[in-house]
């Protein structure tokens, strides 16, 4: 869903919102066939499309699929789970082993579809105001026990969030002790940048690139997520897959990284 719409749209009242974003999924799903084809691949929903579309408040060129609208991190998201986890794996419906528990923050529809196809009964999204979501709560109080997931996805929430080490050391305290976690925020500075008394929305614009950001975060971002307890590892495209194998996924230009945390 374009930004704009985004933001009307989350004026509204909760089941309004979950109907239009519903709708929106539906629509995508019907448009999509005008763009099949072979030129372009989305590893979320494997559509093959002729071409990806343009996307974000400041145009990013064939950014989203049209089938799934996942943009260049979901996709590489899903790459690397794909590649370096057992999320996606199949299985045996009468084998004894319990379905791994994810706590899916700050769910994006793309990703909540794949993973919910994925775990079934394991999965659990959460956010503090999406309506879309499972459950709501504040990611730096938790309400789980220690040690309750296998698994924890949350991209792009943590430069939300006043507290954010305090958030990280919940996440750490919910993970199971041989459970990983994937906690992404964008990387734009040299050093993560923030002062708590900036509380203007225009002049969080202009210091942190978005209204409802308390930071900028620099590579040091690392740093922050070992000090809350994790052992952290990185990851980039050229990881993953070959230079053509990427332009075909749209992720040739990105330099996110995958930030890969474990206990």
């Not at 938790?142 to 698994?151: E, T």
Request: glycine share 6%; charged share 30%.
């Amino acid at each position: 869903m374009p930004l704009p719409l985004r933001k009307i749209v989350s004026r509204l009242p909760n089941p309004v919102q979950v109907a239009i974003r519903r709708l929106f999924q539906k629509t995508r799903l019907l448009t999509s066939l005008f763009y099949r084809g072979n030129a372009r691949s989305c590893s979320v929903c494997d559509f093959r499309a002729r071409k990806f579309l343009d996307a974000g408040a400041i145009t990013r060129k064939g950014a989203m699929c049209p089938r799934c609208g996942s943009l260049e991190r979901q996709r590489l998201s899903c790459l690397f789970l794909s590649q370096k986890t057992s999320l996606f794996k199949k299985r045996d419906k009468h084998a004894s082993a319990a379905t791994p528990k994810l706590l899916h923050v700050g769910p994006e529809a793309c990703l909540e579809e794949r993973f919910r196809a994925s775990l079934g009964e394991g999965y659990l999204s959460a956010d503090l105001h999406n309506p879309i979501a499972m459950t709501s709560f504040d990611v730096c109080e938790i309400p789980h026990k220690d040690q309750s997931f296998d698994a924890i996805y949350c991209s792009h929430i943590l430069e939300h969030v006043q507290d954010d080490v305090k958030a990280m050391r919940e996440f750490h305290r919910v993970l199971k002790t041989d459970g990983w976690a994937i906690l992404l925020v964008p990387i734009s500075a040299k050093k993560t940048i923030e002062d708590p008394t900036i509380t203007d929305p225009k002049e969080r614009l202009r210091l942190y690139g978005q209204e409802d950001h308390v930071r900028r975060y620099g590579p040091d971002y690392v740093d922050r997520l070992r000090g809350a307890g994790f052992n952290v590892g990185t990851f980039k495209v050229s990881d993953l897959v070959t230079h053509d194998e990427a332009i075909k996924m749209g992720l040739e230009k990105t330099r996110g990284r995958i930030v890969f945390c474990t206990k």
